[in-house]
C-alpha cells in the first residue's frame, strides 16, 4: 500500500506550532538569565563563604574575598597598608587605611577604594571593619538608586539580619549627608548601605558604600572615634 504524505496545511501547522514553541522558550529563557544576572549583581558587593548560605556571622561575608578577622597583610603588602593611613578620628586607638585596586596584591573587580580598620597596636592587622567605595563626585542622583537597588539585593539574600530600616542625617564631623540602611546581626554586627553627600566636594569625595563592623568597633565608632 502506498503511504500517504503529509499534506501542506498539515505541514504548516507543524512549524506554526514550532515557531510558538520556540518564542515561549526564548521568553522564558531570557527571563531566567536576566533574574540570574542581577543575582550575580548581588553577590559583586557582598556575597558568603559558601554561595546561597545565609550568614549571621560577619566573618563569614566578604567583599571582594576579604573577610572580618582576615589578616591585611594577606591582601596587601605593609609598605602599602602603611603609606596609605589616613587621619580621621581623634581617637586612636584603631588605624584606618585606604587602598586603590592597583595596591593590592590580588585584582579588585567592583570598587574604586577601600578601607578598612584594625587595632592600631595589633601587628597582624586584623580586620575589624571594612568599607567598599565608589566614587559619585556632584552624581548623587545615581548614587541614591545604586543605595536602593543595592539595598533590596542584599536584603533578600541577608533578610536573617535585623533591618533598622533607611535614615536621612547630618555628620557634622565630616560635614556630609549621610543617607543609609543599617542592617544588624544578633550579636551587633552590621551592614551599612550608603550614600555620603559632602558639603565641600574639594576635600571629600560623594561617594557609595558599603561596609562591614563589627560591634566592638561600632561602639567605638559611635561613641568614642571624635572624643578627645
Known amino acids: 500500500m502506498k503511504q500517504k504524505g503529509f499534506t501542506l496545511i498539515e ?4 512549524v506554526a506550532i514550532i515557531g510558538i514553541l520556540t518564542t515561549v522558550g526564548v521568553s522564558v529563557y531570557s527571563k531566567y538569565t536576566t533574574t540570574a544576572k542581577k543575582s550575580g549583581e548581588t553577590v559583586n558587593y557582598l556575597k558568603t563563604e559558601l554561595p546561597g548560605i545565609r550568614a549571621d556571622d560577619i566573618s563569614k561575608l566578604e567583599i571582594e574575598g576579604i573577610s ?13 597598608v602603611t603609606s596609605n593611613y589616613v587621619d580621621y ?13 592597583e595596591e593590592f596584591k590580588k585584582k579588585i573587580n567592583n570598587y574604586e577604594k577601600m578601607q578598612f580598620q584594625f587595632k592600631l597596636n595589633d601587628k597582624k592587622m586584623l580586620i575589624q571593619a571594612m ?4 566614587s559619585y563626585q556632584q552624581n548623587m542622583k545615581y548614587c541614591y538608586q545604586k543605595l536602593d537597588k543595592v539595598y533590596e539585593e542584599v536584603i533578600s539574600s541577608f533578610g536573617s539580619w535585623k533591618d533598622l530600616g533607611k535614615e536621612t542625617y547630618e555628620q557634622k564631623d565630616v560635614g556630609a ?6 542592617l544588624e546581626s544578633e550579636s551587633g554586627d552590621e551592614i551599612q548601605i550608603a550614600c555620603y553627600d559632602y558639603h565641600d566636594d574639594y576635600k571629600y569625595h560623594d561617594h557609595f558604600r558599603i561596609a562591614l563592623r563589627t560591634y566592638e568597633y561600632k561602639i ?5 572615634a571624635y572624643k578627645k
Open 68 to 80: 572580618i578577622g582576615d589578616s591585611l597583610l594577606e591582601f596587601a603588602t605593609k609598605k602599602n
Open 220 to 224: 567605638w565608632l559611635y561613641e568614642e
Open 177 to 182: 549627608k549621610i543617607t543609609d540602611y543599617i
Open 131 to 134: 568599607s567598599g567605595i565608589i
Open 11 to 14: 505541514l504548516l501547522v507543524v
Open 89 to 101: 578620628y581623634v581617637n586612636k586607638k584603631y588605624a584606618v587605611t585606604e587602598l586603590f585596586p
